[in-house]
């Protein structure tokens, strides 16, 4: 039987679209050696220009009116916050200018989902904003860029995504940026939304979207101005509880911010418990310290998302993220203060 996403839809009757594409490179704009082009064994991710991908996508221009931009070209890997702010002021002024119409963000698949759901926070729902990676190389065999960068713009053209807040669009399915996640670090298949499932398909009659936004969709930044691209950044960490997990690198942290060697000074700490958030006694009590000492202290379950509260449905980078911005969001001074 013939794969209904086999073959790329001719548009529907009615104006195009005018839809923004920016470029930031990864694997969607991946090259590799020519020894191994077919297998994409070896490449180096950020090569080509959002131009060339746009190319390689055949009948993309039929469903909108494109315009291109590329503001890097990267590995993913590499990302920071300074990409998600030059991300948000793109956005926001295409919007000034373009009212209601789409934009398309090509994005290396390892940070995805940090830089969605950064965006998700910076921007208030509007017109559809859609991110979209690969898991192949541009000349691999059964390239997955073309063909999610050709989905990602008729989803960004679509009124019915209006409002829904940052997608992230890969192998014919529609992701919430907060529930978004890679789930496997080679698949084609690669990202998923874990229980909730995708918002939504894409096949060849257009996108269906088979459930609303998640509640867990909060945006406490989306009204705010931007901070500035040099803004001082806090320090959030990631830390693990384990078998064994004594406290002694939170310790080895407060020590730091405390004598100021670390910089910027702590501001955040986000735990990976075990189970449902549970933590070893040991590294609870340094927990407890860095908590007396002013550090904002978050514990995830480490094997999925948070149940409730004020992080409902978000895993552990994407509370990070949101500690970063609450950080940022504050005064210079408050941001940089860390523990007492």
Sequence with gaps: MQDPRSEFPAAGPGPLSHVLVLGTGGTIAGVAPAANTATGAGYTAGVLGVD???ASAPGVQQHARLEFAQLCNIDSKDA??????DLARA?????????TAGCVITHGSDTLEESAYALDCLLEPGSPVVLTAAMLPAAALSADGPRN?????????????DGRGVLCVAHGRVHAACDVSKQHPARIDAFGSGERGPLGFIGASGTRFTREQPQAARRPFASRPLPARDAPWPRVELVCSHAGADGEMVR??????SAGT???????LV???TGSGTVHEQLQAALDQAAEAGVRVQVVPRNGPCEGGEFDGLNAVKVRIRLLLEGVQASPRDAQAGPR
């Design 149 to 161: 960068l050709f989905d990602a713009v008729r989803v960004a053209g679509d009124p019915a995504a």
């Design 271 to 273: 735990v990976l418990g």
């Design 252 to 257: 080895a942290l407060l020590a730091a911010s």
């Design 52 to 54: 060339q991908l746009l």
């Design 91 to 99: 956005v926001r002024a295409w919007r000034e200018r373009a009212g």
């Design 80 to 85: 920071g916050p300074g990409l998600w702010l």
């Design 262 to 268: 670390l910089r910027p000074r702590l501001h955040g």
